[in-house]
């Protein structure tokens, strides 16, 4: 039973356009979202966060949008750049039963044509 | 304070034989994660600490894995008897104990068991 699904394995854009990233989750009890990015031979890096009681949180290019009704998130990346090229991951927690433990999406895979 | 370090980046071993892994995390982290990740997938919950306190184990993880802190600084993961699908990418992760506070992840330490 996969919690937190990102049903696009891949997503390719040209430069400068929005790349919009998408995820669902099922466990109604995650209260945070969180989106990482991940270069090879690398770790994830966290990116940005968003709490449940919000439906929008914006950082630079990124912004998280998030739909609890449909329990539904997106990361959107305005504008895109060849270096946004990456592993994209969404995770989301449940602070008040899980202690901040994270559970992951599968990733997409965002490529960003110049 | 440099990051989240693994040692080793890659260790490749013979079916049968045991493994350590350590991750020392950022010194002001007290919450320490440990994960796995196989090709295509997202990083998969194994273990967290809470400084020296292991409090939450995947029941995924079987027997043959174990998880220290001591002292509530470094950690490691020691997998027994290795077998050919204990091969993966292992990840530590820090964290602050805030809710929604993301992690910190190492670079992962790449396991073969052939």
């Known amino acids: 039973d996969q919690q937190v699904k990102q049903n696009s394995p891949s997503l390719s854009v040209q430069e400068g356009r929005i790349s919009i990233l998408n995820c669902d989750y099922t466990n109604s009890m995650f209260d945070y979202f969180l989106w990482y990015k991940k270069y090879p031979a690398e770790g994830p890096t966290f990116l940005i966060s968003?709490?449940?009681?919000?439906d929008k949180n914006e950082d630079g290019r990124f912004t998280v949008f998030l739909n609890k009704s449909a329990k539904h998130l997106s990361l959107h990346i305005v504008p895109s750049q060849p270096g946004d090229s990456a592993v994209y991951f969404c995770?989301?927690?449940?602070?008040?039963?899980?202690?901040?433990?994270?559970?992951f999406g599968d990733g997409t895979t965002l490529t960003v044509k110049p | 304070d440099t990051g989240v370090s693994q040692d080793p980046r890659h260790k490749i071993t013979k079916r049968g034989q045991n493994v350590t892994f350590r991750c020392d995390p950022i010194s002001e982290h007290n919450r320490l994660y440990w994960y796995r990740q196989t090709l295509g997938q997202g990083p998969e919950f194994l273990t967290y600490f809470q400084n020296e306190a292991q409090l939450e184990k995947s029941r995924l993880l079987s027997d043959r894995f174990s998880a220290e802190r001591p002292k509530g600084s470094f950690s490691t993961l020691e997998i027994q008897r290795t077998e050919q699908g204990d091969s993966a990418m292992y990840l530590c992760a820090s964290s602050f104990e805030l809710p929604g506070y993301g992690y910190t992840f190492g670079s992962g330490t790449r396991l073969t068991v052939v």
């Open positions: 995770a989301a927690s449940a602070a008040n039963t899980n202690a901040g433990k994270s559970t």
């Open positions: 968003i709490s449940s009681i919000k």
